[in-house]
């Protein structure tokens, strides 16, 4: 049997998201949530579909950037469907400037994607929210004129551009209002300074003129009803707003009700950082349930044993990279076709600390460094690992080492401000055993002197 190295490499790339509604994607799907603490999907899934079928739900999803939350949330979502519902998901960072989100932002965005999706239902003319969106066509057209006239240099000439009275359909039109302003900071600043004030009216316009005849005719099809899944919204940059809110903060708490308010079920993912601010009381406050969490899949327990079962399941999520074709079962006959040894595919999952993308980025610089020769050597990823280990460690200040080694000798982080940061710069990850979470240190930075007592 022989192996295709360009193929390997381009079923290993690490940004790459799997989609299970796709033959392809599906032969690659490893299924960790045997490992991570429970089965947060299917709870998930549950809720949706049986407990809260008819109620309009709303959940926080949360872990660390690029530990599988997309994937799985694309496997809820073909879930979903095949129980009926209508599921719109769409990568938020695509319609969003995550440096500058204001809550109304969020809200036209989920209106568009939601009335693409839903364009072969025949409904009645959303007045109010034709309304609110030509006010502010008009306001950012003025903007544009004003700007010309007072001779600033703005990315864009002449008006806008479009008129909701030409005939355009309603998520046309506000996508043209959400790229415009995207791109453009003094015309976002506009937008959001005139539906700041009209958000409760364009909550209850999207509700009431959009998601509720939708949920309607979707039902009168056979359809169980109406799920958002709004992905991406993690990567929200936590800068200040201009009265010095974070922006996390001030777009998770206190626009909260804004973010339950739509009369569907919706899903948003949520920064993890947001898990160890001062603020996390509050904001559990404000939503029916806490957070889900989807956690490192461990690849030892708390008190530095071996764990088997998460070893077992990174082993075949690597070897389905190779061998797609083959049942799982047959897989590691041909480890030796793919390693020079089974000790360097189990070192290469321990160095991941069980982060899903970062195992697949460590593989595809090992695959890079061979030279296009197979097997891969060990003496080659610890080269790889070593020079992760040197990117990393250049970020880390004093303080952040001192951090890092009480993670190492108590398995436990605070609310501390430099937590948070170390958990975002995935210089610790976050595990779950039997519910109860526990901490470590990325196992790239493991042997480092500054890590010593």
Same mark, same amino acid.
């Given at each position: ?5 360009? !193929?390997?490499?381009? @079923? ?8 299970? +509604? ?57 879930? *979903? ?38 364009? +072969?239902?025949?409904?009645? =003319? ?39 009275? !030409? ?20 015309? @976002? ?28 005719? *979707? ?35 206190? =626009? ?21 601010? $001062? ?20 690849? =030892?327990?708390?008190?530095? $044993? ?37 000790? $360097? ?6 160095? +991941? ?17 061979? @030279? ?79 890590? +010593?007592?």
């Amino acid at each position: 049997m022989m192996l295709n190295i360009r !193929d390997f490499y381009q @079923r290993v790339n690490p940004s790459q998201t799997l989609d299970v +509604s796709k033959a392809a994607d599906r032969t690659l799907y490893i299924d960790f949530s045997s490992v991570r603490g429970g089965e947060i999907i299917a709870d998930l899934r549950d809720t949706i579909t049986f407990y809260a079928s008819d109620d309009p739900t709303c959940v926080l999803f949360t872990g660390h950037i690029g530990c599988g939350k997309s994937t799985e949330l694309l496997r809820l979502k073909q879930e *979903l469907e095949s129980d009926g519902f209508h599921v719109v998901y769409f990568d938020s960072n695509e319609d969003l400037d995550m440096a500058d989100v204001d809550i109304g932002d969020v809200l036209l965005a989920i209106a568009r994607r939601v009335g693409e999706s839903i364009d +072969s239902l025949k409904l009645e =003319q959303p007045r109010t929210f034709r309304d609110l969106l030509q006010k502010a066509t008009r306001l950012m057209n003025t903007e544009v004129e004003l700007s010309a006239e007072l001779g600033v240099a703005i990315p864009m000439v002449g008006e806008v551009g479009f008129n909701l009275d !030409d005939g355009l359909s309603l998520a046309t039109g506000i996508g043209k209002i959400t790229a415009k302003a995207k791109n453009d900071s003094l015309l @976002r600043d506009r937008l959001n300074q005139f539906l700041g004030p009209q958000k409760t009216r364009l909550l209850e316009a999207i509700n009431r003129e959009l998601l509720e005849p939708a949920i309607a005719q *979707l039902k009168q099809k056979g359809q169980q009803g109406l799920v958002v899944i709004v992905d991406s919204l993690e990567k929200l940059i936590n800068s200040p707003k201009p009265y010095g809110r974070p922006q996390q903060e001030y777009l998770y708490i206190d =626009q909260s009700e804004c973010l339950r308010g739509l009369r569907c079920h919706t899903i948003y993912t949520m920064p993890l950082a947001l898990k160890f601010s $001062s603020e996390y009381g509050h904001l559990t406050q404000r939503y029916p349930d806490d957070p889900r969490v989807l956690p490192m899949v461990p690849v =030892q327990r708390e008190d530095g $044993s071996a764990f088997e079962a998460g070893m077992v399941l990174l082993r075949q999520m690597v070897l389905a990279r190779a061998f797609p074709e083959l049942p799982e079962g047959d897989r590691l006959a041909h480890l030796n076709l793919v390693f020079d040894e089974p000790e $360097s595919l189990d070192r290469l999952c321990q160095a +991941s600390g069980g982060h899903v993308r970062d195992l697949l980025r460590l593989l595809s610089a090992w695959i890079m460094k061979s @030279r296009r020769q197979l097997p891969l050597n060990r003496a080659t990823l610890e080269q790889v690992i070593r020079e992760r280990c040197n990117e990393m460690s250049l970020q880390i200040s004093d303080e952040e080492w001192d951090l890092l080694r009480q993670v190492s000798d108590r398995k436990r982080v605070s609310g501390d401000e430099g937590y948070k940061t170390l958990i975002h710069s995935r210089l610790v990850f976050e595990y779950r055993d039997q519910g109860i979470s526990w901490f470590d240190v990325n196992p790239i930075l493991l042997g480092v002197k500054d890590l +010593s007592p």
